[in-house]
């Protein structure tokens, strides 16, 4: 079999390898709280905060992230609460559970706050195969 036909089939495996996903949770609106409370995700995954409405930011208990209008120590984020209309993303390549709370209207685990569990990443099997 040519080695080119090999090339091919490892190529379009490739794609399956990295699927990392987009989450969204929005923060406040009608309810100082955010939603969905608790989300599942796998490392690599990304979640984007949205603010929905109010003063508001989210700040991990570990203070890992604290972000607003982007999130401390990027260029120009700044993690202060907000009632802009602000979107922040945070991207968890660790697995672990991860809690964060708005500074205004909660605290770790209390008032309004969230968890996201964020699972190891499936190990991805690789087949090899002949194709007569
Ligand atoms: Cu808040």
Not at 38 to 46: E, H, K, R, S
Request: hydrophobic share 40%.
């Amino acid at each position: 079999m040519a080695r080119g036909a090999w090339l091919c089939l490892w190529l379009a495996l490739a794609p399956c390898l990295a699927q990392a996903a987009g989450f969204i949770v929005n923060v406040g609106g009608a309810q100082n709280a955010f939603s969905p409370q608790t989300i599942t995700i796998t490392a690599g995954d990304t979640v984007t905060f949205v603010n929905k409405g109010g003063f508001h930011n989210v700040v991990a208990d570990d203070n890992s992230f604290r972000c607003a209008r982007g999130c401390d120590g990027q260029p120009n984020g700044n993690g202060n609460p907000s009632n802009s209309n602000w979107v922040a993303s945070v991207t968890f390549n660790s697995p672990g559970t991860i809690g964060y709370f708005c500074e205004v209207h909660g605290m770790p685990g209390a008032g309004m706050f969230g968890t996201i569990a964020v699972q190891p990443a499936t190990p991805v099997r690789l087949q090899s195969f002949f194709v007569d």
